[in-house]
């Protein structure tokens, strides 16, 4: 059967290295995917926000170290509070330490990212799953909300999870996050809730009336 991920608000830490009875490390990409890492074009998707600016999705990797500081010391206060349920002045310890290796199967990150003419590319959003412990996350930067960028973000990681035989996500998001709830709602995927204080718990299987077969 297929394996379930929930979204959750962790601390931007992504992956973990299994280990090799030789080595202590097992190499978890082959390599094809690690040859497209060092190219930058793992995952990659060229998609369109609100406006028309060219956005790139992309998976994360260990050089997007200082861009990851950007983007957190980019969001708002109320964004970071929604993202990781307190108010931080700065980046949780965990994501401070050095990004261990994703296997793109049971950890994935994407980025968001925009380049304009004779500038350095930023990153405008991330998004990422874990499992064991099971939990997934996503944030745009503030002034990228509102344009699509989540939503992009959401069904990308949709793809690549129902190819590593991922069946769906589950959510924890905040009552008063409704740009979160509207991100789940427009991406097209059948929703069950159930209130619970100020937490909605969703259940979202990878199914969309018309377009995607449960069983794909």
Known sequence: ???????????????????????????????????????????????EAAGGAP???????????????????????????????????????????????????????LVAEHQQPGKESELLGVARYHLDPSDVAFVVRDDWQGKGLGTVLLRHLVEIAKQNGIAGFTADVQVDNAAMMHTFHRAGYDLQSKLDGSIYHLTIPFT?????????
């Open 55 to 109: 956005v790139r999705l992309r998976a994360l990797l260990e050089t997007d170290e200082p861009k990851l500081n950007d983007l957190f010391y980019n969001l708002s206060g109320e964004t970071v509070y929604k993202r990781y349920l307190a108010p931080l002045s700065r980046r949780p310890r965990r994501s401070l330490q050095a990004l261990p290796t994703l296997d793109d199967t049971n950890h994935l990150a």
């Open 1 to 47: 059967g297929r394996r379930w991920t929930s979204y959750g608000v962790p601390p931007l830490d992504v992956g973990r290295v299994a280990e090799d009875a030789v080595t202590g490390i097992k190499p978890i990409l082959g390599f094809e995917a690690l040859f497209e890492r060092a190219l930058g074009v793992r995952f990659e998707k060229a998609v």
């Open 208 to 216: 969309r009336s018309g377009d995607l077969d449960p069983e794909s």
